[in-house]
């Protein structure tokens, strides 16, 4: 999100003008059923938490600003036309395969357990943390982190619901579970047995203090269950997977 502050047009045009060719070009072909990557940066500095869908969307940044447009658009092409899509939120998405296939190799990566196991592994030198004094429990800032996994298996669960004819809807993909960046660096202590060096920064322009899902909706119109909630099997996946790349 910051980099979208410094580049707003990349994403402007990389998020919504690019899926809004391609919405146009389903639409134009007859697909209709549209499922689309959103993010709870959408609803900016809400005030309630856990952040229900119906709350309000606010973002402070290019990047949620990009995606809720997106949402704007899907609504608009659905009361138009034969069209029907579910939304999914995404709040923060981490970890990898725990069978060893896939995990995140984008270079350069921002994602905080990413950066934390590339400390772990010796890749880089420490994991900055940017803020330490937010309003949060240990003063750095809280987000809800969901398995890779699970969010796969939310997208297939999401797609059997508009085959069977389901109506367009929008979901939180989180598991309304809070968790600061210095519990992520513990954990990731406890499950390496690996001392992390860890240098508080300033905080970074379009950062939230908390993002915590509430993931209701998620549960009661899709019946979905997580099978890899732990935040243990988080970071050690994510850990495995950075041993495996660096050989």
């Known amino acids: 999100m910051p980099e979208s502050i410094e580049k707003p047009l990349l994403y402007y045009g990389n998020n919504t003008q690019a899926s809004l060719t391609l919405i146009t070009a389903c639409v134009d072909m007859g697909v209709k059923q549209f499922i689309f990557s959103s993010t709870a940066a959408v609803y900016g500095l809400s005030d309630g938490l856990p952040i229900a869908e119906a709350a309000a969307t606010d973002p402070i940044s290019p990047y949620g600003r990009s995606k809720l447009l997106i949402e704007w658009i899907l609504r608009d092409a659905a009361a138009a036309h034969d069209f029907r899509y579910v939304a999914l939120r995404y709040f923060n998405v981490a970890g990898a395969d725990p069978r060893g ?21 010796g890749r880089a030198p420490q994991l900055d943390i940017f803020g330490g004094d937010y309003p949060t429990k240990d003063g750095s800032a809280v987000r809800d982190y969901i398995h890779v996994s699970d969010l796969v298996d939310i997208h297939r669960t999401a797609l059997d619901h508009l085959r069977a004819n389901g109506s367009s809807q929008t979901f939180n993909c989180g598991y309304g579970r809070g968790t600061s960046v210095l519990e992520v660096a513990a954990a990731l202590e406890r499950v390496t047995g690996r001392r992390l060096q860890t240098i508080i920064r300033p905080r970074r322009p379009g950062d939230a203090p908390s993002l915590i899902a509430n993931a209701d909706r998620l549960r009661d119109v899709l019946a979905w269950r997580p099978h890899h909630s732990s935040l243990d099997c988080i970071v050690k996946s994510a850990f495995d997977w950075e041993r495996k790349l660096k050989g």
């Open 101 to 121: 296939r896939t995990g995140q190799s984008t270079p350069r990566a921002t994602h905080l357990i990413k950066r934390a196991v590339e400390v772990a592994v």
